[in-house]
């Protein structure tokens, strides 16, 4: 893949939250998905065509979402919720 496509989602549909009732947005989904699976915001940022500051600032929403602090709290999350 080249540095400039941009990443197609492998699911288009929010990630819902049993625990808090709020669902994540389209955009939050996809970077939840690529944190939980271990890459840099700075990586992130590149491959959604986003700024570095846009994926932390959706990081924060979708820790908020999901009352968890981390990236291993979104990964575990992530495990739970996909299997």
Known sequence: MSTT???VPEQTDVWPDHRVGERMTR???EVARLV???LANK???RLLGVREGTV???LHSIYRKLRISNRT???ISAIKDHH
């Open 43 to 45: 990586v992130v940022a």
């Open 56 to 58: 932390k600032v959706h």
């Open 73 to 75: 709290g979104l990964t």
């Open 36 to 38: 939980s699976q271990g």
């Open 27 to 29: 955009r939050e989904a």
């Open 5 to 7: 496509e941009r990443i």
